[in-house]
């Protein structure tokens, strides 16, 4: 069971969070999410969310406390990243919220339960540095941990990108 500590959320939020969740979690048994919370941002905080050890999010309370308009609207202002001889969105195709960050924070739980996620993440990450435009996101270069989390989330709402081939081969032998 998921313990959800929502009640500062906007009711958007009360409703949505749950049920992205809950779904992910039965189709993902692997990721063991323990507990979903609103934070108290500092000043000039905002992020979106963090996965912390122990299967926990947080999402801050910026957003999340809000109207879903100024998310929304946020993310689609998605600005645009060098890749390449050409460019790629921040969050790539993803800029719809909080459908896209709910799901990406939810693969770095994951991620806490694949031992050797790392292997594919690191090859990956490197192999995109040199390629930008196979990457499923800007955001995905920035480090290992976000290209795992980034990949997951494009592959799971259903957006192609260049290495989302071996992301399922390495999924293969995971999941099953
Ligand atoms: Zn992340």
């Not at 692997?30 to 941002?41: F, G, M, Q, S, T």
């Not at 299967?55 to 109207?67: D, E, M, P, S, T």
């Not at 929304?72 to 896209?100: L, N, S």
């Amino acid at each position: 069971m998921i313990k959800y500590k929502l009640d500062q959320a906007h009711p958007y939020y009360q409703d949505v969070v749950p049920k992205t969740y809950n779904l992910l979690q039965a189709k993902y048994p692997l990721a063991r999410l323990r507990e979903v919370n609103i934070y108290e941002p500092e000043d000039n905080d905002t992020s979106m969310a963090v996965a912390l050890s122990g299967g926990i999010i947080q999402l801050n309370g910026y957003w999340f406390c809000r109207n879903p308009d100024y998310l929304q609207d946020a993310a689609k202002r998605d600005i645009y990243v060098p890749a390449g001889d050409t460019f790629i969105g921040w969050h790539g195709e993803m800029t719809k919220e909080p459908e896209h960050v709910l799901v990406h924070e939810f693969f770095h739980i994951l991620a806490q339960n694949i031992q050797d996620w790392e292997q594919w993440a690191v090859w990956a990450w490197e192999y995109a540095t040199a390629r930008p435009e196979l990457a499923p996101t800007g955001y995905a270069l920035a480090e290992p941990t976000e290209m795992w989390a980034e990949a997951m989330a494009a592959r799971e709402l259903g957006f192609k990108f260049g290495l989302l081939d071996s992301l399922e081969s390495f999924l293969n032998s995971r999941l099953k």
